[in-house]
């Protein structure tokens, strides 16, 4: 069955930066895109962008442009995001996700950034 | 970018009631668009996909309908086991807007 493992919460400080980590299994890992959402404390989601994990393109809401990275590493059929100049507006919950209609979740992964 | 209204932002529905949850987009999204359920501290799980499809092992009592830039998901009899936050999603061109979410409450 279809699995996206998040790695652990994160506590980091302010202006510093933060790579997560999304393990897929269960699935042919090249097939589907996978796409990052945000969702803030008190629920709001928002979506950040998406890589293609079979040609590395990648796709960003406009607003994450200059705040995050994704990457995969094909090898360990893992999906990476990093958060760069992190402030407190980036202290949230993250997913991945996979497929148009977002069909499988991540567990999610809770960013605090706080000195 | 596609703005996406979602309406109402709390509601509170008793046992066997019929609900119905609103998202109007900022231009037509043709159709797509999906609904998730979010329970706390839990991942949101897709129930209806391409506005009218319900996905695989979601109750028959969850149904979505709408076209252009009006869509609606139902909950036709209100069990316990919906409590929870709802949230529209539109997808169209491979950009993605969410709904800002309703909070659903058993009364």
């Known amino acids: 069955q279809v699995n996206l493992l998040q790695s652990g919460a994160a506590l980091v400080k302010p202006g510093a930066s933060v790579k997560l980590s999304c393990k897929a299994s269960?699935?042919?890992?090249?097939?589907?895109?996978i796409h990052w959402v945000k969702q803030s404390h008190g629920k709001s989601l928002e979506w950040i962008g998406y890589?293609?994990?079979?040609?590395?393109?990648?796709n960003y809401n406009e607003k994450f442009k200059s705040k995050a990275t994704l990457t995969v590493d094909k090898s360990t059929n893992t999906a990476y995001m990093e958060l760069s100049r992190l402030t407190s507006e980036d202290s949230a919950t993250y997913y991945c996700?996979?497929?148009?209609?977002?069909?499988?979740w991540g567990q999610g992964v809770m960013v605090t950034v706080s000195s | 970018d596609i703005q996406m209204t979602q309406s109402p932002a709390s509601l509170s529905a008793s046992l066997g009631e019929t609900i119905s949850i609103e998202c109007r987009a900022s231009?037509?999204?043709?159709?797509?668009l999906a609904w998730y359920q979010q329970k706390s501290g839990k991942s949101p799980q897709l129930l209806i996909y391409?506005?009218?499809r319900l996905q695989d092992g979601v109750p028959s009592r969850f149904s979505g309908s709408g076209s252009g830039t009006q869509y609606s998901l139902k909950i036709s009899g209100m069990q316990p086991e919906d409590e929870g936050d709802y949230f529209c999603?539109?997808?169209?061109?491979?950009?993605?807007?969410f709904g800002a979410g309703t909070k659903l409450e058993l009364k």
């Open positions: 890589i293609n994990p079979n040609s590395g393109y990648t």
């Open positions: 999603l539109q997808g169209s061109k491979f950009m993605y807007t």
């Open positions: 391409a506005a009218n």
């Open positions: 996700t996979i497929r148009y209609y977002f069909d499988y």
């Open positions: 269960g699935y042919t890992f090249t097939d589907y895109y």
């Open positions: 231009e037509d999204i043709y159709s797509n």
